[in-house]
């Protein structure tokens, strides 16, 4: 089932290149990637010496979350590798084939660490477009005791 569209003259607030910039989560997470596009050389050059060493295997990914598939396919593509869907497969369904040791060693650590600062940047981004566009209160709903079940007999 589609979601509602939006009014067209709805738009997301913008915020001031002051308040974007200030961001603490933003100032953590680019570092993190610049150092990452110095090191891909070097990471590249690894990849080569474990292709020179072991077989490339196939492995199968299974990534529901799009932002998550987005930011794996990229890291495959920083460090030369060409990641694909089968015809038929979900689009949650990334294979990469590549040594077993990088996958394991390099690739995938690497993207449970990129992606945990998404998913914490993704959540403050959320947050701030809720608290001024919509409510001040971002707080998840409270718990509630179930309801007490009505007594038996009817009367």
């Known amino acids: 089932m589609p979601l509602p569209r939006q009014p067209a ?4 607030p913008r ?3 002051e308040a974007r910039d200030s961001s603490p989560r933003r100032i953590r997470f680019r570092p993190r990637v610049h150092a990452g596009l110095h090191n891909a050389e ?3 050059a690894r990849l080569a010496e474990l292709r020179g060493r072991e077989t490339d295997e196939e492995l199968v990914y299974s990534l529901p979350d799009p932002w998550k598939r987005k930011l794996f396919v990229a890291l495959c593509r920083r460090y030369g590798l060409k990641p694909y869907r089968e015809r038929g497969r979900r689009y949650s369904t990334v294979i990469v084939r590549a040594p077993k040791a990088f996958q394991n060693e390099t ?3 690497e993207f449970l660490a990129l992606s945990e600062e998404l998913h914490a940047h993704l959540n403050e981004l959320t947050e701030r477009v809720i608290r001024e566009a919509i409510n001040e ?3 998840e709903a409270p718990e509630q005791a179930s309801p007490k079940a009505l007594p038996e007999g009817g009367g």
């Open 9 to 12: 003259t709805w738009k997301p």
């Open 15 to 17: 915020c001031s290149d």
């Open 42 to 44: 070097r990471i590249r």
């Open 107 to 109: 690739l995938w650590p």
């Open 137 to 139: 209160d971002v707080s």
